[in-house]
């Protein structure tokens, strides 16, 4: 799980780890 959205969120990690 983590290691999908972190890949999509490559370009913005802040913007990922936020939104989840």
């Known amino acids: 799980m983590a290691k999908g959205k972190f890949e999509r969120t490559k370009p913005h990690l802040n ?4 939104g989840h």
């Open 15 to 18: 913007v990922g780890t936020i």
